[in-house]
């Protein structure tokens, strides 16, 4: 009988045992787990941590790029309004040195605004960054991990715009107009809608005018006024659409057009040199 209990208290320990197995087993997985989860939750802050750092960093750097360029720009009005002043016997040379001032302008602007398009990329980085650490697992929010599930965007046919319209600009300042031209004209088919379409446009027509066809260049001048009134560049296309109808012999067509220009924005760089073409075709611009 003895025998019997013992056998039967046996068993019973052993059933017991053998529930208790499976649940110590999920228990130390659960901890496992756990684990895991804080170990990744801490690499995550401490990459947040870099991350803020080398933004304040890259941020001061261009904070000083734009002080530089803004120092720049500002050179290069003052020696733009000498030389607009300045009228003789050399008035061709003037134009030519203008319009190499006018370029170097041009490239300014250009750096103003991809200085101010890599600030605004820093922003949306950082901000990335920290939805990274907010959506991070143990933060109860239950989102995935960014990128999680997300098929990647197709390949555009074009390159990006700023590096094709970089590219073109780089090509029109060393003087590679046909490749120049082509490259503008791209970007007007795959980006005419972006801010800088207006500028495209202008740079087209300026090519044709530095290469003597002034008709096209008129025309082309003409879908900047028409296409893009309120763009950085229509003071300067009627200004050089001025000067084009001058050199066609159109006279009468090119005092119009300068006489416009000085109008429709009397405080420009491009109102002073009209004037200065104005009085050295000894036309009375009425300025005192």
């Avoid at 802050?45 to 001061?60: A, K, T, Y």
């Avoid at 370029?103 to 950082?126: F, G, I, N, Y």
């Avoid at 416009?260 to 050295?280: M, V």
């Amino acid at each position: 009988m003895l025998r019997q209990k013992n056998l039967a208290l046996f068993l019973s320990v052993g059933l017991l045992l053998a529930a208790g197995t499976p649940a110590f087993a999920v228990s130390k997985e659960i901890i496992q787990l756990q684990t895991q989860v804080q170990t990744l939750s801490d690499q995550v802050s401490r990459l947040q941590q870099s991350i803020d750092e080398r933004m304040g960093v890259m941020r001061n750097l261009v904070e000083q790029s734009a002080d530089s360029v803004n120092k720049m720009s500002a050179t290069v009005n003052d020696l733009q309004q000498k030389l607009s002043t300045q009228s003789g016997e050399n008035g061709q040379k003037l134009d030519q040195v203008s319009s190499q001032v006018q370029s170097l302008h041009d490239s300014v602007d250009e750096l103003k605004s991809r200085l101010a398009k890599v600030s605004k990329q820093l922003d949306d980085l950082q901000n990335n960054g920290q939805n990274l650490l907010a959506g991070q697992p143990g933060q109860g929010t239950g989102s995935p991990l960014p990128g999680a599930g997300a098929t990647a965007p197709p390949a555009s046919a074009a390159p990006p715009p700023d590096v094709l319209y970089n590219n073109a600009l780089r090509d029109y300042n060393a003087g590679k107009y046909d490749l120049s031209s082509q490259e503008f004209n791209d970007y007007l088919k795959y980006y005419g809608t972006t801010d800088l379409a207006g500028n495209a446009q202008f740079y087209l027509a300026d090519i044709e005018y530095r290469q003597g066809n002034f008709d096209a260049a008129v025309k082309d001048y003409d879908k900047v006024l028409e296409q893009y009134p309120s763009g950085q560049k229509a003071a300067a296309a009627q200004l050089k659409k001025g000067y084009a109808l001058l050199e066609l012999g159109e006279r009468d067509a090119g005092v119009r057009e300068l006489n416009s220009l000085i109008k429709r924005y009397p405080r420009s760089i491009e109102a002073s040199q009209a004037r200065d073409r104005l009085r050295r075709l000894g036309v009375n611009t009425g300025q005192r």
